[in-house]
């Protein structure tokens, strides 16, 4: 299938979708192996007050991001602290911590962790838990503000879901909601496939009507399920996305 030109003035928006989409896969998996880990570790996790966790990618001494992340367990009750850590290298075998007494959040830290318990408590509650992904507001062009990703998490292995995701932008001390955008207009859902055993789909197919362009939750999507190639229906064409890669394949606009 021949890729077409990306038209330029959404040239940019492809750019933003395939690095925000890469950055929310990498700390969506960090954010699983970690919960697994310290559920191995802690027998009695859900009786220790976690309130919730950040993922974060580690840095050097010069502040260079490294290869590896770190999942912070806090408190439910302010003030908030860590409770437990695992730090996953890429490579690397994940190794857990338990800190003996928690550790206090720097300033940085708490107001991460209270803007995504704000933006959690500032969306509609959906049937499906949330996987909550804070990044610094500049992510999407807003220093001002913290950047909340609450993706709608699976329930069976192997369906793949669209919607509703949404991205939330707080106030800088995270304390207030500025903006809640749902990014599908419906909870889509596509449920794993029923094909005879081995086989393999060919690829998923969605309209996508909030943008013109595919979004940073479809390559979040495709990478989740091994680059899985996902048809992106909108008005301005047809694009394919496969992991990072997002292709514009017909560009009659739709109706």
Known sequence: ??????????????????ELGRILYLLDKASAIGT?????????????????????QQSDDSGQPRAGFAVMFISREEPFRTLFRVDIPFPGEPTFRELSPPQPLDELGIRMFRARQ??????????????????????????????VYLLAAEQR?????????????????????????????????IPPPRGPAGSTPVAAMVSQIVTDWPLETHVFVSLLHN???????????????????ISLVEDKPKG
């Open 1 to 18: 299938m021949r890729a077409l030109p990306i038209p330029a003035d959404l040239a940019p928006r492809i750019a933003e979708s395939v």
């Open 36 to 56: 697994d880990v310290a559920l191995a570790h802690v027998p009695d996790f859900h009786q220790r007050g976690v309130g919730g966790w950040l993922t974060l």
């Open 227 to 245: 680059r899985a190639p996902i048809f992106v229906v909108t008005k301005r064409g047809v694009w394919l996305v496969v992991g990072e890669k």
């Open 118 to 147: 704000t933006a959690i408590a500032g969306v509609p509650p959906g049937p499906r838990r949330w996987n909550p992904i804070v990044l610094p507001g500049a992510a999407v062009g807003r220093p001002d503000a913290i950047l």
């Open 157 to 189: 292995a192997g369906e793949m879901v669209f919607g509703i995701h949404y991205r939330v932008l707080v106030s800088a001390d995270g304390s207030s909601v500025k903006a809640a955008v749902p990014l599908s207009k419906s909870a889509l859902v």
